[in-house]
């Protein structure tokens, strides 16, 4: 930093600072503290700097500094200096809890191992037990969250973090907590309440703790900021923006602030469709094309739900759709877990747009149904539904909508299997929030899944509903597994595993050689060899036939039956392809013509309508499926698929105007068919069938 820099950083600061600035040669730690304190960052970074420069053998400086840049939002220089620390002093127990909070804000189960370490290299360091607490206190385990409290309490009595984990626990249960009014005007008590409120999905209780908090405390500006994010969450953006400006004007201005400030800016490119019990928020950019689909499934789903779950919701909901990923990212970041497609908090849904992702990889009907489920089994269990049930009823909707919807098995839940790493259900919801290995989040959300399906097979489909009136009183897993199911946890988890066993064995155990043989299949389709690609093809594809991503068997051996001009042998294999969930746009489409081709014209038709619940941002599929519908005689559905087509701008406007026309005619649209013929020859004034088809709508009887 410039002399000039510092003199000005000084400038703003109150007279006996004035003097601190002018000792900057011989800086000491105190007066790099007292910068802090008064929020002269710059000057308390410059102060810090040459107090690391002049003693580079000194931990503690470097622990403060890092604290520092921890503090304001900096955790990657933050861990560098502690890393530093711990390496001129490696039992340094204030950098090891620092590195311990760092990876506990990242959910990584690491956190607790390094909390360990810090209480071995300091006893008293009660901060690493209320750390563990909440660790412990986000993964649903209580019995450790109390007790490490306990432990923290005994070396500190009026620990606040430790008080405001005690208050957690028993208001997650919805009881009384005598520990609440422990935490008296401490602000930040309450902002850990607020925390653990929103990690279990009860956004409005999140809110309540969160205003107590900057009652508490007006200057936290931390808490105005996730008071902020959790307005806009619900919906609320007056309030919300007020809060995060708050925050942002003095100056706290971490990402999630600053982003969520830029998200609320972009919402004027969106518009709202609304119904009586639903909100639609589309990109304007796209909002024409995406509508019909979107709302159609809107309202087929929640009509589905509605009867499924005998459950009528009282409050309209809201489903943003994001063309941008990193708006999408935005709106539900704060979470823990991947980087998903789709979120729901409370009767809000925000998701991921199809155009936002590469042409096949995301499912966006089976999202949409995933997130409504949610809406009704939080709304219906007052958000007391524990995080395993929620997300497997939610995936187990997937392929209840459809088999080929949902997720396919996928290469490392076949590894998870096989080396037995599925969670007991008693620990399950462990694997979503702390996840230990890399793929566990997706595992675990196959595994809630299955279960879900297990249930439905084995005690029927209503146990479910069962199960969700009995979380809705708040109880635990374990309690509602042994009354619901009548069997213990552990004879669950065996019969579990033992038809998951059944179910995969064929692919867990031929994994490895089937990988082999796709190389080696692959390798002869290079080769030409298409009658041994077709016959090595056929005899694997049952090992793993879940597999439909790059380089699947479906696509060797029918572009081989291709090679050889067969088209009835590509049609049967492309067949099993979309049958299984394939959702390559350009194989798919192939598929449809094959039939086409073949006077399959139904089944051409429903091969290219799969391709509308995955990208339907594309001019072409919807003009194939356009004149398909004419050719079959549904004429609604080719109005709907040209009107699509229009809403994408195609270059052939007669063309377009004209084709909507004659299937607005043969819906019995007769006004807007003329429509659409002037419409038609407005773009170009000589074309003879749109001529023709004005004459048709104009005037007489027909
Ligand atoms: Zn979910």
Known sequence: MTMWGRMASCAGLAVPLVLVCSTLGAQTLQNAETLWRNHDYDGAKAAFEALVK??????????RYGQLFYERFNSEEAQKLF???LAIDPKNAQAMLAE?????DEFDPKANDFATKAL???PKLYQAHELMARIALEDDNTKKADSEADAALAIKSDALEAIAIKASIDL???KESPWVAKIGNRGEGYETIAHFYMINRRYEESIQYLVKAVTATPDLWKAHSELGVNLMRLGREGDARKELQLAYDNHFRDAETANTLTLMDSYSKFTTFETRSTALRLNKKEADVLRPYF?????RAMATYEKKYKFHLNVPVQVEVYPDHEDFAVRTMGMPGLGALGVTFNNYIAMDSPSGRPPGQFHWASTLWHELSHVYVLEMTNERVPRWFTEGLSVHEETAASPDWGDRLSPEIIAAIRDKKLLPIAEIDRGFVHPTYQAQVIVSYYEAGKICDYISERWGESKLLDMIHEFAKN??????IKEQLGVTPEAFDKDFLAMIDKETSKTVAGFSDWTKQVREISQLAKDGKYDEVIAKGRAIEGIYPDYVEAGNVYDFVAEACLKKDDKACAMEELGRYSKIGGRDPETMKKYAKLLQDAGKLKEAEAALERLNFIFPVDAELHERLGGLMMQTGDAKGAVREYQALLAMHPIDQAGSHYNLGKAFLAAGQKDQA????????????????????LLETSGGEK
């Open 100 to 104: 311990a909070q760092i990876a506990a």
């Open 120 to 122: 071995e290299y300091d």
């Open 54 to 63: 002049a003693n580079p053998k000194n931990a503690e400086y470097r622990v």
């Open 674 to 693: 003329r429509e659409e013929a002037v419409s038609s020859l407005e773009a170009a004034p000589n074309f003879k069938p749109a001529q023709k088809l």
């Open 295 to 299: 709302q159609e499934e809107l309202d």
């Open 83 to 85: 890393e530093e620390a």
């Open 475 to 480: 109880r635990p897993t374990v309690d509602v």
């Open 172 to 174: 997650l249960a919805d």
